[in-house]
């Protein structure tokens, strides 16, 4: 005879696990929890797959449900608040009462949302990213560097359809003052999950043709404090403080900087406010060439003037003094002729010495040696005087008269003179238009 075993059907144990949840947990009780997915459907019932990581690696995952009629105020108050929707990688607090369905599982049922802890959690782990960038001695090593006399080749990362960058460009080359500028667009992603990543990207490709440009412009059309939570990270401020090149931002944010505005070189409100700081640059440099041509005229024409005076008087004096005899007078005049010829001579000669010096100024000017056919060859910003001081892999910028290649250096083969030569380099890169 088969005894037979006392059991439970399915849904009976599930309905002791229920009964033994609403037992232990009649009531609500706040969770923090990160939100992996967030999905609503037709009805407007929101969806959430909420976890804990640690060191990244998920420990913990449940499921929760914001009821439409919920979902309405909760929304509207988290936005109010935040700026910005629920969306994957928020860190929220969530006030939420435990459920259990005989068919559907464990559960939370979202009550309530506060919005202040989001906001918090952001501000501390910015300050975290602030604080460790002092101690490794990074926070203020882009601000060292010396911004270009004339910032005219501007590396600009962006998204290309954001309205920021179309006003920064428009700005810039719309100038008042007729000033050409020459401006990369290197595309990236500027909010999401994404974007830190993206950025990085497109740091890492101009920092392999740095000799191209003066300085690198990051901006976007603004946006809340969690869209911009991407500018906090670690990685991309660490990158920008480090950047060979002097960074400008542009975000667009009034309201707080984020970490990535603290650690660049030059931080401005908006696109616009960019693009009017490069234009000011270029406008101070002519104002100084101008002062400077303005001395040198008053210092030259006062020279002139001092020394014609000197020889008037000098012959005003000879031609009153008194003389004796008609010899004398006859020698007279013939020194006074002699004298003004000398003086017709002297300012001839100065005059011609002035125009012989501008001349040699013309002919030293860079853009004139260009435009006779020769280049010119940079390694790091630096002038190329000897080919040896090269090595393969070097990155070296040939500026000619019209545009400017980026060539990397291959396998060099030494002749008599150590010069590798042109038909084992390879180039690559990209070509600026010159500036006469």
């Given amino acids: ?66 009821w439409a009629y919920e979902y309405r105020r909760l929304s509207q108050k988290f936005q109010g608040t935040t700026g910005e929707s ?70 600009v990362i962006s998204s290309p359809t954001a309205a920021g960058y179309e006003d920064f460009f428009r700005q810039l080359d719309e100038n008042p003052y007729g000033y050409t500028f020459v401006h990369i667009l290197f595309p990236a992603l500027m909010q999401g999950q994404e974007s830190e990543k993206s950025i990085l990207s497109a740091l890492d490709t101009i920092r392999s043709a740095r000799g191209l440009f003066d300085v690198v412009v990051i901006i976007r059309g603004g946006g809340s404090a969690i869209d911009l939570s991407c500018f906090d990270g670690y990685a991309l401020a660490s990158q920008i403080a480090q950047f060979p090149l002097p960074v400008i931002t542009g975000i667009g944010h009034e309201k707080d900087d984020t970490v990535s505005d603290i650690v660049a070189h030059t931080k401005m409100k908006t696109p616009t406010a960019v693009a009017e700081f490069l234009i000011s640059g270029v406008r101070s440099f002519e104002e100084r060439i101008m002062d400077i041509h303005g001395r040198m005229s008053v210092c030259v024409e006062g020279s002139l003037k001092d020394w014609h005076y000197r020889l008037n008087t000098l012959v005003q004096r000879l031609a009153i003094a008194p003389l004796r005899t008609a010899s004398a007078d006859g020698r007279l005049m013939i020194l006074e002729r002699d004298l003004k010829s000398h003086v017709r001579q002297l300012m001839h000669n100065e005059n011609n010495r002035l125009m012989r010096m501008e001349q040699t100024v013309k002919l030293l000017d860079p853009a004139q040696i260009l435009r006779r056919g020769y280049s010119i060859t940079r390694h790091d910003r630096e002038i190329v005087k000897d080919a040896a001081r090269l090595k393969k892999g070097d990155v070296i910028t040939t500026m000619f008269s019209h545009g400017t290649i980026t060539s990397i250096v291959g396998k060099s083969v030494r002749g008599t003179k150590g010069v590798a030569r042109e038909d084992e380099q390879e180039q690559t890169a990209y070509v600026l238009p010159g500036f006469d």
């Fill in 1 to 66: 005879m088969v005894r037979t075993r006392s059991a439970y059907t399915l849904h009976e144990l599930n309905a002791i696990i229920k009964s033994t949840i609403s037992y232990a947990f009649p009531d609500a009780f706040w969770v923090i929890a990160e939100i992996a997915e967030a999905k609503c459907n037709q009805r407007g019932h929101c969806y959430l797959d909420l976890v804990e990581k640690e060191d990244e690696a998920i420990i913990a995952q449940l499921k929760a449900t914001i």
């Fill in 86 to 155: 629920l969306k994957p990688g928020m860190k929220i607090m969530l006030l939420v009462v435990i459920t259990f369905h005989e068919v559907y599982g464990l559960s939370l049922n979202v009550k309530d949302i506060d919005p202040a802890y989001t906001l918090g959690e952001m501000a501390l782990r910015k300050r975290e990213v602030i604080e460790r960038l002092k101690r490794e001695g990074i926070a203020d090593r882009n601000k060292g560097l010396a911004l270009p006399m004339v910032p005219q080749k501007i590396a």
